[in-house]
């Protein structure tokens, strides 16, 4: 694993701790005992808030944004953690993505029923 991605191990080795012991006091255990809907709650205010400090003029809206993005990537992978995804299999699908159009990899996807949102 490249150096500057060794932060994410190490987050992931935490998350799956905490997944596992649930220590009192912890936000991430109150993410997780709240379930998929709990962390998914905040998945979703971190990606608001993501498009909305990208949309910040200059660099100190770029460094709100990487500030967001980080939050965001915690919140999914307190949800994969959770879940029991590890770092590797998302890699694995990705690296089954590479090379493929997004156009072609989401038409090849089962049909979902209508969630009532554009693109989902």
Do not use: C, F
């Not at 905040?42 to 967001?68: F, N, S, T, V």
């Amino acid at each position: 694993m490249p150096e500057s991605l060794l932060p994410l191990d190490r987050l992931m080795t935490t998350l799956r701790t905490r997944a596992a012991e649930r220590p009192e006091g912890s936000y991430t255990t109150k993410l997780m005992n709240g379930g998929a809907e709990a962390i998914g709650r905040k998945i979703r205010e971190e990606a608001e808030e993501l498009i909305e400090a990208a949309d910040e003029p200059d660099e100190a809206g770029r460094q709100h944004a990487i500030y967001e993005a980080g939050d965001l990537i915690y919140h999914a992978m307190v949800l994969m953690a959770w879940r029991g995804i590890e770092l590797d299999e998302v890699a694995a699908e990705l690296a089954r993505r590479e090379g493929t159009s997004g156009l072609v990899e989401k038409a090849s996807r089962p049909a979902k029923k209508d969630s009532g949102t554009a693109d989902s």
